[in-house]
């Protein structure tokens, strides 16, 4: 059977059309059978269109395990329907990530975080830690290609330390930072567009742990919404953290040793966060799974080697 991209966000736009989000990162845009079934005659521009309950419906939408959407509680759509008969709108790397600000992206296979250099520095605190550590500072580039410092308003470009030494990139170009290591290169517009590679939201999955029917969400940045996992952070039952230290614990003759076995995380909602928590008892990291089993319980978080041992997926 042949598997279509499932919408994980549905919005009504004035027009009353649907505005589409799909877990391939896909956004789209649909009319609804009420609206289909009028006719070309009647489009979202025509003047009759709120003759026919253009502005005065909300749309009561809910969205199914397998993808299919049900508006006002009869209104069907199959996950096939929704991807075929919808048209996708196309955006540019900066609309998307505008769009989705926690995406998880790579580049070359590592995770890394982006920023499209521009006089407004946007609230990522890697960004300002490299202008704080004077990895990054602010120039003005001249027509014959000189550099100077500045911070006043004839600012346009900024200057990276990188691996190969510095490098000056102007407004419109991509800074990469790596999270691996911290180190930072510079992307053209068009390099970003062709390397970065930004990873599909994950979705909630129905699979088997020793032979018993349990739900699992492979952990990522943007949490599915309407589900077990956003009522688990609503309920305060995980949480985001950022692994920042080792434990010191001390030692039988009064010495402190560093046991590295046992990490100290920090609460943080922040672009640093690296760390799944659960009720301060499992830790999980991106790509990890976590795993509920039928009785509601958050039960264990299964690495991505343990999940392909243990996990036995429903197709």
Do not use: C
């Not at 799909?22 to 003047?47: E, R, T, V």
């Not at 600000?101 to 499209?116: D, R, S, T």
């Amino acid at each position: 059977m042949e598997k279509f991209p499932k919408i994980v966000k549905v919005t009504q736009t004035s027009n009353q059309m649907l505005r589409l989000e799909f877990d391939n990162l896909d956004l789209h845009l649909m009319h609804p059978h009420l609206m289909a079934g009028m006719g070309s005659s009647i489009q979202p521009h025509h003047k009759l269109f709120g003759l026919f309950g253009g502005s005065a419906q909300t749309y009561q939408i809910k969205i199914e395990k397998d993808g299919s959407l049900i508006l006002n509680d009869f209104d069907v759509y199959s996950a096939e329907e929704l991807w075929k008969n919808s048209e996708k709108i196309t955006e540019t790397l900066e609309e998307k990530l505008r769009r989705l600000p926690l995406i998880e992206i790579k580049y070359q296979g590592e995770e890394v975080m982006v920023w499209k250099i521009s006089e407004e520095i946007p609230q990522f605190v890697w960004i300002h830690k490299a202008f704080e550590q004077n990895k990054v500072w602010w120039v003005e580039k001249k027509p014959d290609g000189s550099t100077r410092k500045t911070e006043s308003n004839r600012k346009n470009a900024i200057g990276i330390k990188t691996e190969k030494g510095t490098v000056y990139g102007e407004f419109g170009k991509y800074l990469v930072r790596r999270r691996a290591d911290d180190s930072l290169l510079l992307m053209t517009e068009k390099q970003a567009e062709k390397d970065l590679e930004l990873i599909g939201r994950t979705q909630i999955m129905n699979a088997k742990l020793n032979g018993k029917a349990v739900e699992v969400w492979q952990i990522g940045r943007e949490n599915p919404e309407d589900s077990w996992v956003k009522s688990a952070f609503d309920q305060k039952k995980i949480w985001w953290a950022e692994e920042i230290a080792t434990n010191f614990s001390e030692n039988t003759d009064g010495s402190w040793i560093d046991d590295k076995t046992k990490p100290v995380y920090r609460i943080t909602n922040s672009d640093k966060a690296d760390t799944l928590v659960v009720e301060d008892k499992l830790h999980g990291k991106f790509g990890d799974y976590l795993v509920k089993d039928p009785s509601d319980n958050i039960a264990r978080i299964l690495t991505k080697e343990q999940a392909k041992k243990e996990l036995e997926f429903d197709n």
